[in-house]
């Protein structure tokens, strides 16, 4: 009978076992599908890892923001008729990749100090040469004497930067990471440090 003499090529074999291997397996050949934030409610709110992702960043920066808003120093910029103001890139002490999420943060935080009315920002975004200078520092250990030598160059009376910085801690298959987000402003003539906020963001796997 014909069922007898069949033969199968090798290839013929593979692509069985392929097939046959996939159907066995959750969730592939057709189990994922691509979706959008409105398609799926809550789906920007899940975590999916211990791992910073755009809404912690935001909530982080957001919470520190409406703090200096409520600060001392910003009277002390209304009393001074809207001093220039400069924010420096923010530095990842973590070993998490977010460096190009934070530089996202620096328009945001700039947005911010705009809409407040109580200073004038003076972009770096089209300072390349002063930023990259800025990041080689911040990668090389920040030197706080650069401050009023950077402030003379942009004219800047002040700046604001920031860094975010973590601990991780693990016990068996469960595992807790703490963040911190920093942001303060300084005095450029003095580098002293005029505010100073930190907001604490915690991730973490359990059993449930």
């Not at 959750?26 to 890892?49: I, K, N, Q, T, Y």
């Not at 943060?105 to 002063?130: K, P, Y």
């Not at 402030?151 to 973590?166: E, H, L, M, T």
Request: glycine residues 6%; hydrophobic residues 40%; proline residues 3%.
């Amino acid at each position: 009978m014909l069922i007898h003499r069949l033969r199968l090529t090798k290839p013929a074999v593979l692509a069985v076992s392929i097939f046959t291997l996939s159907s066995l397996i959750p969730g592939c050949g057709g189990g994922r599908r691509a979706v959008r934030g409105d398609d799926e409610p809550g789906l920007d709110h899940a975590a999916m890892s211990t791992s910073l992702d755009r809404r912690d960043l935001q909530k982080a920066l957001n919470e520190n923001m409406q703090i200096m808003r409520n600060s001392a120093i910003v009277q002390r910029w209304m009393g001074e008729n809207r001093p220039p103001v400069a924010v420096l890139p923010m530095r990842n002490e973590t070993s998490e990749h977010i460096d190009s999420a934070l530089q996202a943060l620096i328009t945001d935080v700039e947005t911010q100090l705009i809409n407040w009315g109580a200073v004038r920002v003076i972009s770096l975004e089209n300072q390349q040469q002063m930023m990259a200078e800025i990041r080689r520092q911040y990668s090389d250990g920040f030197d706080q004497t650069q401050i009023a030598h950077w402030g003379k160059q942009i004219g800047a009376r002040y700046f604001i930067d920031g860094k975010v910085f973590s601990t991780d801690e693990r016990v068996g298959d469960q595992r807790r990471v703490q963040y911190y987000m920093f942001v303060r402003a300084m005095s450029v003539e003095t580098g002293e440090v005029l505010f100073q906020n930190k907001v604490a963001i915690t991730k973490a796997i359990i059993r449930d």
